[in-house]
T-cell receptor, first 115, second 115 residues
Framework: GDSVTQMEGPVTLSEEAFLTINCTYT??????LFWYVQYPGEGLQLLLK?????DKGSNKGFEATYRKETTSFHLEKGSVQVSDSAVYFC??????????????FGDGTTLTVKP | EPEVTQTPSHQVTQMGQEVILRCVPI?????FYWYRQILGQKVEFLVS????????KSEIFDDQFSVERPDGSNFTLKIRSTKLEDSAMYFC?????????????FGEGSRLTVL
């Protein structure tokens, strides 16, 4: 079945450090790929997305590139801030499987940024 | 900014009791979803709903679960006879174009505790 594998956490970084959170996927078909972020006590919010191979999603300094050849969608940020501390979920959605579709999520990676 | 709202934010119930979790999706969205997140674990798909019927459901969504859109604005999840293992955060989500191509907008979640 379809699945998403994220690097295991938790990840602890100092402010201004470089962030990479790895994400790889398995899917039959051509998925759209997403990164969602969950701040403490809140629901999930879309961070960025890419809908086809070689697309780069970006938002708030975060980037991820849809790599079909390596089935990956790694999240990166050049300089993290304390306010980036959250849980990050990689997700995929498959096109045209059903009318509504569904998103399949990875396990989530907890990021803590220390001043 | 339009948002998905969920009630209650937290419900404590006894095993075997019925629970109804309520959601008000974003008004122009047509696709609705329930996900759950057991503490510290991944976000799991339960069910998707479109055009007044279930589009897809997971193996978790057994006969104890049901969904309804009773009045054109609310979207409810009913658990008929709760079990201890139903304790989780339940997230409602809605989408304008479906998870296939668009993002999901999540509510802040309803925490269910079954004693």
């Amino acid at each position: 079945g379809d699945s998403v594998t994220q690097m295991e956490g938790p990840v602890t970084l100092s402010e201004e450090a470089f962030l990479t959170i790895n994400c790889t996927y398995t899917a039959t078909g051509y998925p759209s790929l997403f990164w969602y972020v969950q701040y403490p006590g809140e629901g999930l919010q879309l961070l960025l997305k890419a809908t086809k191979a070689d697309d780069k999603g970006s938002n708030k300094g975060f980037e991820a590139t849809y790599r079909k050849e390596t089935t990956s969608f790694h999240l990166e940020k050049g300089s993290v801030q304390v306010s980036d501390s959250a849980v990050y979920f990689c997700a995929l959605s498959l096109t045209f499987r059903t009318n509504a579709g569904k998103s399949t999520f990875g396990d989530g990676t907890t990021l803590t940024v220390k001043p | 900014e339009p948002e998905v709202t969920q009630t209650p934010s937290h419900q404590v119930t006894q095993m075997g009791q019925e629970v109804i979790l309520r959601c008000v999706p974003i008004s122009n969205h047509l696709y609705f979803y329930w996900y759950r997140q057991i503490l510290g674990q991944k976000v799991e798909f339960l069910v998707s709903f479109y055009n007044n019927e279930i589009s897809e459901k997971s193996e978790i969504f057994d006969d104890q679960f049901s969904v309804e859109r009773p009045d054109g604005s609310n979207f409810t999840l009913k658990i008929r006879s709760t079990k201890l293992e139903d304790s989780a955060m339940y997230f409602c989500a809605s989408s304008e174009w479906g998870a296939n191509t668009g993002e999901l907008f999540f509510g802040e979640g309803s925490r269910l505790t079954v004693l």
